[in-house]
């Protein structure tokens, strides 16, 4: 079974502070997404890596950045939190670019951050 | 600008009756179709998937239609249980291309 871990399940912080949140998956995935859930939006992509150091802007990148130094680990950092980033956020991996059940993504628990 | 597009919000069915979930796309490049089923405060889980070149997949309760001519897809759950009361998410995958496009979620509740 994909396990797709993150590290914290609730986080709050405060304005300004910079976060990070750390996804490790352990299925040898090419791929990693962050994402974020609001109520009412759905899940929205904020920045996926296809490879190691490699990153692609999703649908929402502003005050967000990512980091993909080993194949296992994506992390996303907020430089300076601010209320409107409260949300819950959603790592998930894939295996590899493809047809059909490859781009399955497999998501891990989540991580609630409130920002004060 | 929102390609796919779940357009009930919340659906309530009472047990043992059919569950019918839709979901609408704007994009014709899509080619990949999967359903996702998500609890609170947990992350969402795989249900089932559909290729473009198919128009039903079926697995156990869980059944998903295609209609690629409507750009609709559906799925049904039969016969509808408590456990399944959750937010299901439609998502699409573009031709050669590596993340999903998601709806935003229709949350059904199953009625004892």
């Known amino acids: 079974d994909v396990k797709v871990t993150q590290s914290s399940r609730y986080l709050v912080k405060r304005t300004g502070e910079k976060v990070f949140l750390e996804c490790v998956q352990d299925m040898d995935h090419e791929n990693m997404f962050w994402y974020r859930q609001d109520p009412g939006l759905g899940l929205r992509l904020i920045y996926f890596?296809?490879?190691?150091?490699?990153?692609e802007k999703g649908d929402i990148p502003e005050g967000y950045s990512v980091s993909r130094e080993k194949k296992e680990r994506f992390s996303l950092i907020l430089e300076s939190a601010s209320t409107n980033q409260t949300s819950m956020y959603l790592c998930?991996?894939?295996?590899?670019?493809?047809?059909?059940?490859?781009?399955?993504?497999?998501f891990g628990p989540g991580t609630r951050l409130t920002v004060l | 600008d929102q390609q796919v597009k779940q357009n009930s919000p919340s659906l309530s069915v009472q047990e043992g009756r059919i569950s019918i979930l839709n979901c609408d796309y704007t994009n014709s490049m899509f080619d990949y179709f999967l359903w996702y089923k998500k609890y609170p405060a947990e992350g969402p889980t795989f249900l089932i998937s559909?290729?473009?070149?198919?128009d039903k997949n079926e697995d156990g309760r869980f059944t998903v239609f295609l209609n690629k001519s409507a750009k609709h897809l559906s799925l049904h759950i039969v016969p509808s249980q408590p456990g399944d009361s959750a937010v299901y998410f439609c998502a699409a995958l573009p031709t050669g291309a590596n993340n999903l496009f998601f709806g935003t979620g229709t949350r059904l509740t199953v009625i004892p």
């Open positions: 998930a991996s894939s295996l590899i670019l493809g047809t059909g059940s490859t781009n399955t993504q497999y």
């Open positions: 890596s296809y490879d190691v150091k490699m990153k």
């Open positions: 559909i290729s473009s070149i198919k």
